[in-house]
């Protein structure tokens, strides 16, 4: 492997380990690293107690990286999804059939995805190495890379996929636009006396919105969005508490809660890099932004980072260009961070409204939800907005059967 035309991305969640297989699978040279070792194909433990709500620009993400036949078993379809005010009747409801797809996006348990990536950079012949990158030095051909292990490598990129709290974008120097919600989302999978029913649903109530997302063996995983002082204390209930108090949260909604596994706080910040780019080193995913999880959008923006930035990189070897080289990572900056920007002002927008607001403002969000959900053509573009249907998509993200 020529080491002048490798790119060396640093981590292998979701956003890494797919780009890593964008590149591999377009003839890129490709090292990726990270401390933690792939979940095994099959695995049941979870190794993040978070769920991903997958866009169907991400199934086809995955589909034309040859992913998505081993994700799918353990993927539940949602056709339908309902979100409710708990201050008043407004209500919308989204459903797949006024949209002509089958589904409105899929709910995955991240490790599924991961060992999915995993099989498929061996299949391209990604190399990995349980290592981590703890420092660089940019040349003028080349990057210069330093490892825990004490290794040294030389690529021309360097890619900092290694999430919200990228050591490569710090070693950078690249400032970050911090927001603090001041909120934390309690995880938890559960088991309800109703059953799903394949529907995502979500009350707002002004201290943050509660989500039920279906999981494919019956079970529901939740996110509620809370107080950092209210989620502290659900995090300290008994189990037998805690499943009361997410029963009554969610106006017994799915009848009474009867278990709940996996518990986990995290605190909500909102982080935007103020560049993506800087010669020979670019930032994907989590590196590079952190949303609101209202919206499910994380995880989503990231694997179009990662189709963007592969597209851009493979094109520039094709024609015979620098792969690291600023005009080259530029392109990706300019297709990607009005996006994510955009996507962001959205989920602030719904956060303000739905938040603790004074009655005649409760009043107008209800009236507006009760006629959003009558105007058909109005929720399908709001539905395929939410799909990751519309904008400057990727070649890989339009890879649907
Ligand atoms: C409560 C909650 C719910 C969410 N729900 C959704 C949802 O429904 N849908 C959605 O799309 N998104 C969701 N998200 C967002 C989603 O979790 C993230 O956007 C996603 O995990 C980001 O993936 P990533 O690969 O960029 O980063 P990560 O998943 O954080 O992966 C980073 C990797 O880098 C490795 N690493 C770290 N440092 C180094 C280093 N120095 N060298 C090498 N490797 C390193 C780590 O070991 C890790 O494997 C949610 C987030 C939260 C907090």
């Known amino acids: 492997m020529s080491a002048w035309t490798r790119v060396v991305i640093a981590g292998a969640g ?24 792939p979940p095994q194909p099959g695995a049941r433990q979870a190794v993040d107690p978070r769920v991903y709500a997958l866009t169907l620009a991400s199934q086809a993400v995955l589909e034309g990286l040859g992913a998505w036949d081993a994700v ?50 061996e299949r391209f ?14 040349h003028a051909r080349h ?37 603090d ?8 999978t559960v088991r309800t006396e109703l059953p799903h029913g394949r529907v995502a649903r979500q009350r707002f109530m002004p201290s943050g919105p509660l989500a039920f997302l279906p999981l494919a063996d019956g079970r529901s995983a939740i996110v509620w969005t809370t107080t950092p002082e209210a989620a502290e204390e659900l995090l300290a209930l008994d189990e037998a508490d805690f499943c009361a108090a997410v029963t009554e949260a969610f106006g017994r909604r799915l009848g009474r809660v009867l278990s709940a596994e996996a518990r986990a706080g995290f605190p909500l910040r909102r982080r935007h890099a103020a560049a993506y780019v800087q010669p020979r080193l670019a930032l994907v995913g989590d590196a590079a ?15 179009l980072d990662a ?3 592969a597209q851009v990189v493979a094109q520039a070897r094709r024609r015979g260009r620098d792969p690291g080289a600023l005009p080259t990572l530029r392109r990706y900056e300019r297709w990607r961070r009005g996006d994510n920007l955009m996507m ?58």
Not at 146 to 163: F, H, I, P, T
């Open 14 to 37: 979701c956003v890494g380990s797919a780009l890593a297989c964008a590149l591999a699978s377009r003839g890129v040279p490709v090292v990726l690293l990270d401390p933690q070792p």
């Open 72 to 121: 799918r078993p353990g993927a539940c379809p949602y056709e339908r999804m309902e979100v409710w005010d708990a201050e008043g009747t407004g209500s919308l409801r989204f459903d797949a059939a006024e949209t002509g797809e089958c589904c409105l996006g899929h709910i995955v348990e991240p490790h599924r995805i991961l060992a999915a990536l995993a099989a498929c950079g």
């Open 125 to 138: 012949g990604v190399e990995r190495r349980r290592d981590r990158v703890t420092d660089f030095q940019v």
């Open 143 to 179: 990057v210069e890379v330093w490892l825990a292990s004490g290794d040294r490598m030389e690529a021309a990129l360097l890619v900092g996929a290694d999430g919200a709290g990228s050591r490569v974008r710090t070693l950078a120097g690249i400032p970050l636009d911090v927001l």
């Open 181 to 188: 919600y001041a909120q934390t989302a309690v995880v938890a």
């Open 289 to 303: 932004h952190t949303i609101h999880p209202l919206a499910g959008q994380g995880v989503n923006l990231g694997l």
């Open 307 to 309: 189709a963007a930035l």
């Open 344 to 401: 962001m002002r959205a989920m602030d927008g719904f956060r303000w409204l739905f938040g603790p607001r004074p009655a005649p403002v409760r009043e107008v969000r209800n009236l507006g939800l009760r006629l959003v959900d009558r105007l058909v053509p109005v929720k399908q573009l709001l539905a395929r907005r939410a799909m990751g249907l519309t904008g400057d998509l990727p070649e890989l993200a339009r890879y649907l059967p």
